[in-house]
């Protein structure tokens, strides 16, 4: 009897937005092995022509629930860019405040609530407050304590009010910063928690190695979320984020309406273990020794591992935020208003939102007015490598069980914890 | 105790008020514990086309997904519009100002004709169904989706504002945006965001849709009495008002 073998996963779960798997075997012959990207395309480079320049961060920060922060952060660089505005050092740090709250908002719900029902070989973090109460209320406590420090600085949850051009429209008080400093104190047990729990079922994650390239913005001083240049595993030095598209080389292809990326390679990484190949050595002490805890090493090459640089990153997160409250109050929150005068120009905003380095680029008229836009987005640039990781893993495994090769097919989708409305949201433009 | 059958769907846009579901935290376990979630795709690998309550995240882009959302509602006894996107097609609805041909060129260049990058006008879900109930809100207000779904589930008429952002704002002492030149589109908007925008300083965009009833008249002194044009207001309600009439 030949052994066939149909696998077709229509919208993956547990995953942001819309993607299909495609595999079909027989006889251990594989005939077709496809990432599809079906979700609904909503146009955002085209919907925000002809917009102000202080209505872009509240329309792009739309294109994502879960990375809101970090799109209305690289709208606003782009903007301040394009019109020639330098912010405040308490800017600066309050921005990465905000951007280290939704990291670890971001990683602790893929973690916690889509990733750990397949270590724990259930469907859902529900039946898990039954079977792992203690350890639901770990993620549960780690997540709230992200969301309302994004409250705190940001003035929401998702969506932010305060980050405009310019600085913030509401700065924290010096009082409400200790009380972050102190609640971000308090998550670090819980964090260490969190570490534990995945020790403990992280052989459950697959063993499946394949050399990738990993691109992520670096910087010389810091492990960076929020400045630097790209980088890239395959090159020495960086290149500009003025020249994204160089990079991203963003192209149409038929099994999905999100724009796939490819670079040195027919394709590449971002994300988490991205920024971990590029920037380990810049790790604090509790990040690095997590890090170590599970055998995390610079030159991974297993997409599953994303998973463990996401938790690192949980940790490095708020061990930074610690130092920058710190440093916030040592010189004190002063009063700034943000000003701006609106000039034509075109500028790019670049940041690494929790899946991925993240570029938006903007052209502005005189009036302030956006003529064009490019949005690309770090979902877009994993999709072809999701898709050369199937090539690649799907030989190894076809012997298996049909459903075992969807289980594991599901989770190194989910690896890379993609955000699919994102990806679709994207654009290409000319610029005139 | 009867639990009743509950989904959750997503159609075009950001999840981000699946997101406020979810940021409820144990609340959303005390919920759960009295329904029977049966499908929610984002969360849980569980399927199902058995339910009594469906709630729906999205806008409606796609005449594949026009059938879908026709079955939901077939599927459903009460069915909940999730979000902006969802209530009142929410940002989306910005594409509906620019010509389709045009908007595909523009993201997708030369490969813009391909059929699976076909897109439609963006609809509300109450353009293709019937809705039941309607949480506002680009994100909705979480504590506001968790009353109404109590509400529901002990057979309650939910409570729904029917006075404008700025009751919200005053009550929590707030000074007024229009006192620093900005213009707010809090006198129009429907509350019950507990006034999250100009709470952190930023005018009010009308993500909750325009208030039934809106006093224009007011609007309009306040305009005048700060020295702005009904046209810098209207310019103000693009972002979340397109195809939407405000009722005096």
């Given at each position: 009897m030949s052994d066939r073998k149909h696998i077709e996963v229509h919208h993956v779960t547990r995953v942001e937005g819309h993607g299909n798997i495609v595999v079909r075997a027989g006889d251990g012959r594989i005939e077709e092995v496809q990432w599809?990207?079906?979700?609904?395309?909503?146009?955002?480079?085209?919907?925000?022509?002809?917009?102000?320049?202080?209505?872009?961060?509240?329309?792009?920060?739309?294109?994502?629930?879960?990375?809101?922060?970090?799109?209305?952060?690289?709208?606003?660089?782009?903007?301040?860019?394009?019109?020639?505005?330098?912010?405040?050092?308490?800017?600066?740090?309050?921005?990465?405040?905000?951007?280290?709250?939704?990291?670890?908002?971001?990683?602790?719900?893929?973690?916690?609530?889509?990733?750990?029902?397949?270590?724990?070989?259930?469907?859902?973090?529900?039946?898990?407050?039954?079977?792992?109460?203690?350890?639901?209320?770990?993620?549960?406590?780690?997540?709230?304590?992200?969301?309302?420090?994004?409250?705190?600085?940001?003035?929401?949850?998702?969506?932010?009010?305060?980050?405009?051009?310019?600085?913030?429209?509401?700065?924290p008080s010096e009082d409400r910063l200790r009380r972050l400093k102190q609640s971000i104190q308090a998550v670090m047990p819980e964090l260490e928690a969190l570490s534990d729990l995945v020790l403990s079922a992280v052989d459950k994650l697959p063993v499946f190695e394949r050399d990738t390239e990993y691109v992520a913005l670096v910087d010389p001083d810091v492990y960076t979320f929020y400045h630097g240049q790209v980088g890239s595993t395959d090159i020495e030095g960086?290149?500009?984020?003025?020249?994204?598209?160089?990079?991203?080389?963003?192209?149409?292809?038929?099994q999905s309406t999100a724009k796939w990326a490819r670079w040195h390679r027919e394709s590449y990484a971002v994300g988490a273990l991205a920024r971990f190949n590029l920037n380990a050595q810049l790790?604090?002490?509790?990040?690095?020794?997590?890090?170590?805890?599970?055998?995390?090493?610079?030159?991974?090459?297993?997409?599953?591992?994303?998973?463990?640089?996401?938790?690192?990153?949980?940790?490095?997160?708020?061990e930074h935020a610690i130092v920058l409250i710190?440093?916030?109050?040592?010189?004190?929150?002063?009063?700034?208003?943000?000003?701006?005068?609106?000039?034509?120009?075109?500028?790019?905003?670049?940041?690494?939102?929790?899946?991925?380095?993240?570029?938006?680029?903007?052209?502005?008229d005189e009036d302030g007015c956006c003529v064009s836009a490019n949005n690309t987005i770090p979902t877009n640039q994993n999709h072809a490598n999701i898709q050369k990781d199937f090539e690649a893993f799907v030989p190894q495994i076809i012997d298996r069980d049909q459903e075992e090769v969807r289980l594991l097919l599901e989770m190194l989708v989910r690896a890379y914890d993609p955000c699919i409305s994102c990806s679709t949201h994207h654009l290409d433009v000319r610029f005139v | 105790m009867n639990?009743?059958?509950?989904?959750?769907?997503?159609?075009?846009?950001?999840?981000?008020?699946?997101?406020?579901?979810?940021?409820?935290?144990?609340?959303?376990?005390?919920?759960?514990?009295?329904?029977?979630?049966?499908?929610?795709?984002?969360?849980?690998?569980?399927?199902?086309?058995?339910?009594?309550?469906?709630?729906?995240?999205?806008?409606i882009t796609r005449p594949a997904d026009e059938e879908r959302?026709?079955?939901?509602?077939?599927?459903?006894?009460?069915?909940?519009?999730?979000?902006?996107?969802?209530?009142?097609?929410?940002?989306?609805?910005?594409?509906?100002?620019?010509?389709?041909?045009?908007?595909?060129?523009?993201?997708?260049?030369e490969a813009a004709d391909r059929p699976h990058l076909d897109t439609a006008p963006v609809k509300a879900l109450d353009e293709v169904v019937k809705v039941d109930w309607k949480v506002h809100g680009c994100p909705i207000n979480n504590r506001e989706f968790a009353r109404m779904l109590r509400a529901l589930l002990i057979g309650k008429r939910p409570f729904v504002p029917t006075y404008p952002v700025c009751v919200e704002c005053k009550l929590k002492g707030n000074p007024c945006l229009y006192d620093y030149g900005e213009i707010c589109l809090g006198p129009i908007t429907r509350a019950g965001c507990e006034a999250k925008c100009p709470s952190g300083g930023f005018w009010c965009y009308g993500c909750r849709g325009y208030v039934e009833d809106a006093n224009i008249d007011a609007a309009r002194e306040v305009?005048?009495?700060?020295?702005?044009?009904?046209?810098d207001l209207k310019s103000r309600m693009s972002l979340f008002g397109t195809d939407q009439e405000l009722t005096p």
């Open positions: 599809q990207v079906p979700e609904a395309p909503r146009f955002f480079e085209a919907m925000v022509r002809g917009r102000r320049w202080d209505e872009i961060q509240p329309i792009v920060s739309r294109i994502c629930g879960i990375c809101s922060v970090a799109h209305s952060l690289a709208a606003i660089k782009a903007v301040e860019d394009a019109m020639g505005i330098s912010v405040s050092e308490q800017t600066d740090r309050l921005r990465l405040l905000a951007h280290y709250a939704e990291q670890l908002e971001s990683h602790s719900l893929h973690l916690g609530y889509l990733v750990a029902p397949d270590l724990l070989g259930v469907p859902s973090v529900i039946p898990l407050a039954s079977s792992h109460p203690e350890a639901v209320r770990t993620v549960i406590r780690i997540h709230r304590t992200a969301n309302e420090w994004m409250e705190l600085i940001a003035g929401r949850m998702t969506h932010p009010v305060s980050l405009v051009p310019g600085g913030f429209t509401l700065l960086t290149v500009d984020i003025h020249h994204f598209e160089d990079v991203a080389n963003e192209y149409v292809c038929d790790l604090l002490p509790g990040a690095a020794e997590t890090a170590r805890r599970f055998g995390l090493k610079k030159g991974c090459c297993n997409p599953y591992m994303n998973n463990i640089a996401q938790l690192v990153e949980c940790i490095q997160a708020a710190d440093e916030l109050l040592s010189t004190g929150i002063e009063p700034e208003k943000p000003v701006v005068e609106a000039r034509a120009g075109m500028g790019v905003g670049s940041v690494e939102a929790p899946r991925g380095v993240l570029f938006h680029r903007y052209a502005f | 639990r009743p059958a509950i989904a959750i769907f997503d159609f075009a846009c950001c999840e981000g008020c699946q997101l406020q579901i979810l940021n409820l935290e144990e609340e959303l376990l005390d919920l759960i514990s009295v329904v029977n979630p049966v499908e929610w795709r984002e969360a849980s690998s569980d399927k199902s086309d058995q339910y009594q309550i469906a709630i729906v995240e999205g806008s959302l026709i079955n939901i509602r077939k599927n459903s006894q009460t069915l909940i519009a999730l979000g902006a996107c969802a209530t009142i097609g929410g940002i989306n609805k910005l594409k509906n100002r620019f010509d389709s041909a045009d908007v595909r060129q523009t993201v997708y260049g305009m005048h009495q700060y020295g702005k044009t009904v046209a």
